[in-house]
């Protein structure tokens, strides 16, 4: 293979000007992704102010209700995602391979590790909503359906999932929510004494 024969590169070996600007688009569109990562809240509102201007447009339209029928499942699949453990208690019931739930009180505290974390969750989400936004704007994907039954169907298919996913839960015990660092009782002015 000759060196101008990889992806990218131009007949004479340098890196083609369309390769460039895709790569120089990338790094900044990381850059502006690793940015982003502390502001939790500020990434939320963002995204929640896209859905709120996609369902204002899918309600001016009256349309593309298969495409926001299909966000919603996308949104639910990485919403259970996030719910879940990165490792299925259920599949590592039998053996005692790698790290399991604490099951019993007196057990070793073990922190929560998601299948899908909060930053790629909000990420997916985010870039899902941008794709129906632009779906919106093409009448090919405008497919007429009688969106009540679309409505009935999606809050089934939520509760069905919804309830296992509890279930699931409950029966392994873990909670995916938590709030802050666990705190433990003794030594609590332990800041003061080095402070005097």
């Known amino acids: 293979m000759s060196e101008g024969d990889s992806a990218g590169d131009s007949v004479h070996g340098k890196p083609s000007a369309a390769f460039r600007f895709f790569s120089r688009l990338g ?4 850059s502006w992704l690793d940015k982003s990562t502390p502001y939790t809240a500020v990434r939320w ?8 201007v996609y369902m204002i447009r899918v309600y001016l339209l009256q349309g593309w209700y298969i495409v926001t029928y299909a966000l919603g499942i996308y949104h639910l699949n990485l919403f259970i995602a996030f719910l879940s453990p990165k490792v299925d208690p259920s599949l590592m019931e039998d053996s005692d391979e790698g790290p399991s739930l ?15 974390p909060e930053f790629k ?18 009448e090919a994907f405008n497919v007429p359906v009688f969106w009540p ?7 089934m298919l939520f509760c069905i999932t919804m ?6 839960m409950i029966k392994y015990r873990y909670i995916p929510f938590t709030h802050g660092k666990r705190t433990y009782g003794g030594k609590e002015d332990m800041g ?5």
């Open 27 to 30: 790094q900044i569109y990381q």
């Open 45 to 52: 509102v963002v995204t929640l102010g896209l859905s709120f």
């Open 102 to 116: 604490p099951t019993r009180q007196n057990e070793e505290f073990r922190p929560f590790i998601r299948r899908l």
């Open 121 to 138: 969750f909000w990420h997916a989400a985010t870039k899902g909503i941008l794709v129906a936004m632009v779906c919106t704007f093409f």
């Open 149 to 155: 039954i679309l409505v009935m169907y999606f809050i």
């Open 163 to 168: 309830k296992r996913q509890i279930k699931h």
């Open 192 to 196: 003061k004494t080095f402070a005097s």
